[in-house]
T-cell receptor
Framework: GAVVSQHPSRVICKSGTSVKIECRSL??????MFWYRQFPKQSLMLMAT?????????EQGVEKDKFLINHASLTLSTLTVTSAHPEDSSFYIC??????????FGPGTRLTVL | GENVEQHPSTLSVQEGDSAVIKCTYS??????FPWYKQELGKRPQLIID?????GEKKDQRIAVTLNKTAKHFSLHITETQPEDSAVYFC????????????FGTGTRLTVIP
């Protein structure tokens, strides 16, 4: 149980385009979903927290107009990187919270912006 | 906010030996401490967690200890195997309604056959 999927697993796009990443909890309803960014050989940095039906809470330094988060249902959250630039290239990972504090992670999306 | 420090950043052990990774946290209100294992290019996998009302928890070869007074917690892996090689992250959170996890910087464990 507690399976989280993420799509796509890899995406390459041109600078200036937008990219949407989906995060789904497959076998449970997630009260909260989280979006992280991970640079090579570094830790996970929380970008934002989203709850179904409400606006996401962004961490300091994360541009909410650039990283749009939509949490339309208890099983789906999306992250859209708008007007992507090479510095946005990274590994983006979502997680979903089943119980009060346990988080289960998706497989990640590797974004490369040319 | 919470600050989690993790040591060492790299650790090499011989197969069969034990490995210990230590973390400290700054927020005394933190009450949940999970450990994640991440293999290259893959998702972090929860391997064990501990809550602040427990001092030690064990699951086969893996154990976690928590010292709330000193604000530190440790991961112990006994009888290490090559498949234990990965990056391990500790994390801490407190109930704020958002369950935010604050991660340590990670430890790259290499088990030498």
């Amino acid at each position: 149980g507690a399976v989280v999927s993420q799509h796509p697993s890899r995406v390459i796009c041109k600078s200036g385009t937008s990219v949407k990443i989906e995060c789904r909890s497959l076998d449970f309803q997630a009260t909260t979903m989280f979006w992280y960014r991970q640079f090579p050989k570094q830790s996970l940095m929380l970008m934002a927290t989203s709850n179904e039906g409400s606006k996401a809470t962004y961490e300091q330094g994360v541009e909410k107009d650039k990283f749009l988060i939509n949490h339309a249902s208890l099983t789906l959250s999306t992250l859209t990187v708008t007007s992507a630039h090479p510095e946005d290239s990274s590994f983006y990972i979502c997680s979903a919270s089943l119980l009060q504090d346990t988080q289960y992670f998706g497989p990640g999306t590797r974004l490369t912006v040319l | 906010g919470e600050n989690v420090e993790q040591h060492p950043s790299t650790l090499s052990v011989q197969e069969g030996d034990s490995a210990v990774i230590k973390c400290t946290y700054s927020d005394s209100a933190s009450n949940y401490f999970p450990w994640y294992k991440q293999e290259l290019g893959k998702r972090p996998q929860l391997i064990i967690d501990i809550r602040s009302n427990v001092g030690e928890k064990k699951d086969q070869r893996i154990a976690v200890t928590l010292n709330k007074t000193a604000k530190h917690f440790s991961l112990h892996i006994t009888e290490t195997q090559p498949e234990d090689s990965a990056v391990y992250f500790c994390a801490a959170s407190r109930k704020t309604g958002a369950n935010n996890l604050f991660f340590g910087t990670g430890t790259r464990l290499t088990v030498i056959p």
